[in-house]
């Protein structure tokens, strides 16, 4: 893929960090290239549907940042868009592509834990005030706080591995008092015999466990995060096509450890993440016509998750998956 032109309507970054891509100033001045097949909306929440809907009617595929949009209705507009128009559409799960899921989605292909009975993943943060100028910490920006944040990387990953629950049970709340918007969410997605317990939180000096999981065969444990987000907000952001030999790996100390009923613990090399495979997956749908891995439909479950989860936590409480949701 070739990044053909950049929509920044004020300032200078884009053509800083990028000097030989094309800065538009319009949406419409970038939609009048029509050379460009693919476009990606990376704006504020509030914003995705009416850019990406336009991006739509022009004829263009699309990738939307998650969460897919503020309320369901908007989202679903958008999928029965892009059928009539018969575009691509799809939501940026990258997170599907972390090493540590990667590894956890093997481990429960295999069935090496038997038949799962419990699922935790937390996002564990240490962040005592809140960041200057960033709208997702607002409460008048729809969309905002940490539930539409992390929950759809997290009820993504749950809903990849289990499938549709019954029903949820959530709690969204501020750990920090100066907090406009909820900070913090426990959600739990209730199977027949299963609970998979998401978690967030912003004030977590000493991280817990990532992921946890117990089956009738044993358990796995895993510490720590996908490394591959800090290097890309650190000074070594990867640039050009070479990333390095060993880019998404995980170092051994951060390996998961399998207890497995009758043996010894030993420890699981995690598998190697690189969010390029949601991009290479993207092209190859468009030049070969392959099934997409993060399909609109997908994308639908998600967003009626992460409502659902807000419904749960504002009525306080259980809400079915069937529940009604904006």
């Known amino acids: 893929m070739e990044l053909a032109c950049i929509l920044e309507r004020r300032g200078s970054k884009a053509r800083e960090r990028y000097p030989n891509v094309r800065v538009a100033r319009t949406l419409e001045e970038l939609l009048a290239d029509e050379t460009i097949r693919l476009c990606v909306v990376a704006t504020p929440n509030d914003s995705h549907f009416e850019l990406t809907r336009a991006c739509l009617l022009a004829g263009r595929d699309v990738v939307v940042d998650k969460p897919f949009t503020p309320t369901l209705a908007e989202a679903q507009e958008l999928v029965r868009l892009a059928a009539e128009r018969g575009r691509l559409l799809t939501v940026y799960q990258d997170r599907r592509w972390d090493g540590d899921f990667k590894t956890v989605r093997k481990i429960a292909d295999a069935e090496t834990l038997g038949t799962i009975v419990e699922y935790e993943a937390r996002f564990d943060r240490f962040r005592l005030d809140a960041k200057a100028g960033a709208w997702r910490e607002h409460a008048d920006h729809p969309g905002a706080g940490v539930l539409f944040d992390l929950g759809p990387h997290l009820i993504d990953q749950a809903l990849v591995l289990f499938g549709e629950p019954q029903s949820i049970w959530a709690s969204a709340f501020c750990q920090r008092e100066t907090s406009e918007v909820d900070d913090a ?35 796995f444990i895993k510490y720590g995060m996908d490394p591959q987000e800090a290097r890309l907000r650190g000074d070594n952001f990867p640039d050009g096509t070479d990333w390095g030999a ?4 995980d170092p051994e100390g951060l390996w998961g450890t399998l207890s497995l009923v009758g043996e010894p613990n030993r420890k699981v090399k995690t598998e190697r993440g690189d969010y390029r495979g949601f991009y290479a997956n993207v092209r190859d749908a468009i030049e070969k016509g392959a099934q997409l891995e993060v399909t609109p439909e997908q994308a639908l479950r998600v967003m009626r998750g992460v409502l659902l989860a807000h419904k749960s936590s504002r009525e306080g409480r259980r809400v079915s998956w069937d529940d009604p949701v904006e």
Do not use: N, Q
């Open 185 to 219: 969410f426990d959600v739990c997605m209730e199977y027949p015999r299963l609970r998979a317990m998401l978690r967030a939180r912003i004030i977590a000096f000493a991280p817990g466990a990532h992921l946890l999981i117990h089956g009738t065969k044993g358990s």
């Open 246 to 249: 060993d880019w998404g790996e």
